[in-house]
């Protein structure tokens, strides 16, 4: 299935289901405001960098671990 991501002004991270339109996972952020959120082209790693990071550095996550 599909899956876009975006950012959300409650500081979260929304993946979504593209068919249904709905939210599959909100993924907390306490680093701050995400700046930028993308899926790796095969959809199985997600990165995110965001606002208040204390070493500008970008957080990369599996996508397999963040659908359970």
């Known amino acids: 299935c599909k899956r876009v991501v975006s950012r959300s002004l409650d500081l979260t991270i929304k993946i979504?289901?593209?068919e249904s339109g709905e939210v599959v996972k909100?993924?907390?952020n306490p680093t701050g405001e995400v700046v930028e959120?993308?899926?790796s082209?095969?959809?199985k790693q997600?990165?995110?960098t965001s606002t208040r990071s204390p070493d500008k550095s970008?957080?990369?996550f599996l996508a397999d671990w963040l659908m359970k």
């Open 41 to 43: 082209p095969d959809g």
């Open 26 to 28: 909100t993924i907390p």
């Open 16 to 18: 979504w289901d593209v």
């Open 46 to 48: 997600l990165m995110w």
């Open 37 to 39: 959120a993308v899926f």
């Open 58 to 60: 970008s957080q990369l």
